[in-house]
């Protein structure tokens, strides 16, 4: 037996849940490539989400529909080569499970495969609760998604905050018990009113991930990008930046461009 001791735990679906029950808040952030996932891990986040947000943020799409599996898999293949303790997670992008549990099977089997990511996650409620129950019974865990779900932005119309009517409110935490029985290990619930996700969170025993859900959800999860300062024209009232890099990144390259252009750059000691 190896006498190496261990450096980190690795982060499981059952710490999370073991993370609830202990009324530990879990901490989830966004990644898409080797180097931001390498920091991110390293800074001692839960989990990491290859989100179809790399969409928008690392491909410039107005929405998330355009990303294929194929991208997916890239993504979340790098970032698998930097993390070393974080739980990722991996989402199914538009068109690759909708409305076809054996395709979903696949899709979620190809991403397992083909990235060595940790888990898979979709978005919708009853209508996909078959779909989860194949998926988890293949041994893939899978996360599910409420609330605004961002593939779905052309039937909303609008990507406003979900769930404000009694009826949709009704509807989401009936979707949330589905998704618990199918087999969810947790749920991400997007841009609804921090009241009723307190209140799907206290019905399941299966933790919530909110963006916009309020505090009474039993973790936190922000697109990277967002949170790090890189587009301040995204400004969505749940939003906490961290740091500025759309002001520090310029100004980092225009100190360059400056030495450069005075041949300040580089200097005896950067030279050979
Ligand atoms: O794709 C993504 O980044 C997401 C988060 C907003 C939860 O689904």
Not at 51 to 72: C, K, Q, R, W
Not at 203 to 225: D, E, K, M, R
């Amino acid at each position: 037996m190896s006498n190496v001791k261990k450096l980190y735990k690795k982060v499981t679906t059952n710490s999370l849940f073991e993370m609830k029950q202990r009324g530990e808040s879990i901490a989830m952030l966004t990644a898409y490539d080797f180097s931001l996932a390498r920091l991110v891990d390293k800074a001692g986040i839960d989990v990491i989400l290859v989100g179809d947000s790399a969409s928008n943020v690392m491909a410039g799409h107005e929405t998330t529909l355009p990303i294929t599996l194929d991208h997916m898999i890239y993504h979340a293949s790098s970032v698998i080569k930097a993390v070393k303790r974080a739980l990722v997670v991996v989402d199914l992008p538009f068109g690759s499970y909708q409305g076809n549990p054996k395709a979903a099977l696949s899709s979620s089997i190809r991403i397992m495969k083909e990235s060595g990511g940790h888990a898979v996650k979709l978005e919708g409620g009853k209508e996909i609760a078959m779909t989860v129950d194949r998926i988890v019974s293949s041994g893939i865990p899978v996360m599910g998604h409420l609330g605004l779900t961002p593939q779905s932005i052309y039937k909303f119309g609008t990507y406003a905050v979900r769930a404000k009517e009694e009826e949709e409110a009704e509807q989401l935490l009936t979707d949330a018990k589905s998704l618990e029985k199918s087999g969810c290990f947790a749920i991400v619930l997007e841009k609804i009113p921090a009241d009723l996700a307190k209140k799907v969170s206290d019905s399941i025993q299966i933790p919530t991930i909110g963006i916009g859900a309020g505090s009474g959800v039993n973790g936190q999860v922000l697109v990277l990008h967002d949170m790090l300062g890189m587009n301040t024209e995204f400004n969505p009232r749940f939003l906490r930046r961290y740091l500025n890099l759309e002001e520090l990144i310029p100004n980092a390259i225009k100190n360059y461009i400056t030495d450069v252009k005075s041949l300040a750059f580089p200097n005896s000691e950067e030279s050979y």
